[in-house]
T-cell receptor, first 115, second 116 residues
Framework: AQTVTQSQPEMSVQEAETVTLSCTYD???????LFWYKQPPSRQMILVIRQEAYKQQNATENRFSVNFQKAAKSFSLKISDSQLGDTAMYFCAFSPFFGNEKLTFGTGTRLTIIP | GAVVSQHPSRVICKSGTSVKIECRSL??????MFWYRQFPKQSLMLMAT?????????EQGVEKDKFLINHASLTLSTLTVTSAHPEDSSFYICSALFQRGNDEQYFGPGTRLTVT
């Protein structure tokens, strides 16, 4: 069974600053997929970024990037130039399958962007 | 594109009654949908995987007779909570798998169930 751990229940950062959210996971799979999801106050989950474990290059989506350390089983999310709309719960998630079936979520980090 | 809706968004029912929650993929067909449960300030827990035209696959510890899932068409899956009890009160979220190369789950806005 896979486990996903997010050790930061809450974080806050000033608008326009950079923030990094941590995530570690445990699995015996050799290939898998990692995700960061955002859950704003509206509660609808939105995919922020995904990383395929066999790809060494870290994924990037505009202001969002990851630091994927496969040996350390670490998958952190960096948000650059943070904006007020980034305020949300952020969940790290794992899937052993192509695509993102059978997602296992971490416990989440509540991020608040301070104006 | 890739919009998933849920209905109702909120429902209050009395203990012992049943309640049905609908999950629809509005602009794509989904052979696979998922049902999650989220307790307050907690993570999402996968309850079951719903495949069109076949029986749902339930995660360990989820009572299949209590949480009935029907995936009758490529755009609709329903979750029925039977004989609801206050401990079933939770936020229920569905997602639909959009298969287009990089398969991706698109999530509905969730349904808050309160059992009194």
């Amino acid at each position: 069974a896979q486990t996903v751990t997010q050790s930061q229940p809450e974080m806050s950062v000033q608008e326009a600053e950079t923030v990094t959210l941590s995530c570690t996971y445990d699995t015996s799979e050799s290939n898998y997929y990692l995700f960061w999801y955002k859950q704003p106050p509206s509660r609808q989950m939105i995919l922020v970024i995904r990383q395929e474990a066999y790809k060494q290059q870290n994924a990037t989506e505009n202001r969002f990037s990851v630091n994927f350390q496969k040996a350390a089983k670490s998958f952190s999310l960096k948000i650059s130039d943070s904006q007020l709309g980034d305020t949300a719960m952020y969940f790290c998630a794992f899937s052993p399958f192509f695509g993102n079936e059978k997602l296992t979520f971490g416990t989440g980090t509540r991020l608040t962007i301070i104006p | 594109g890739a919009v998933v809706s849920q209905h109702p968004s909120r429902v209050i029912c009395k203990s012992g009654t049943s309640v049905k929650i609908e999950c629809r993929s509005l602009d794509f067909q989904a052979t696979t949908m998922f049902w999650y449960r989220q307790f307050p300030k907690q993570s999402l827990m996968l309850m079951a995987t719903s495949n069109e035209g076949s029986k749902a696959t339930y995660e360990q510890g989820v009572e299949k007779d209590k949480f009935l899932i029907n995936h009758a068409s490529l755009t609709l899956s329903t979750l029925t909570v039977t004989s609801a009890h206050p401990e079933d009160s939770s936020f229920y979220i569905c997602s639909a798998l959009f298969q287009r190369g990089n398969d991706e789950q698109y999530f509905g806005p969730g349904t808050r169930l309160t059992v009194t």
